[in-house]
């Protein structure tokens, strides 16, 4: 099921990074690093199967900017 989703699941992806990139305030941009860091992995491990701990590490990366 999740196969299908594919390309609707990048477009979101490359949505939400360019939209943390125009609003990220970061020097260098770092925090728009992370969250592609972060993104990425989470799609793939979704692929994998890994999800669970993605999903945590990720939230927590966006729970502290959203807290900031």
């Not at 999740?2 to 990220?24: A, C, N, R, T, W």
Request: glycine residues 4%; charged residues 25%.
């Amino acid at each position: 099921i999740l196969s299908q989703q594919i390309p609707k699941l990048f477009q979101m992806h490359v949505g939400f990074v360019i939209k943390y990139f125009l609003e990220d305030e970061s020097e260098g941009f770092s925090e728009t690093d992370q969250a592609i860091e972060k993104s990425v992995r989470l799609f793939f491990d979704a692929l994998e199967n890994s999800l669970l701990s993605s999903i945590i590490d990720f939230s927590k990366f966006m729970g502290k900017k959203a807290f900031a």
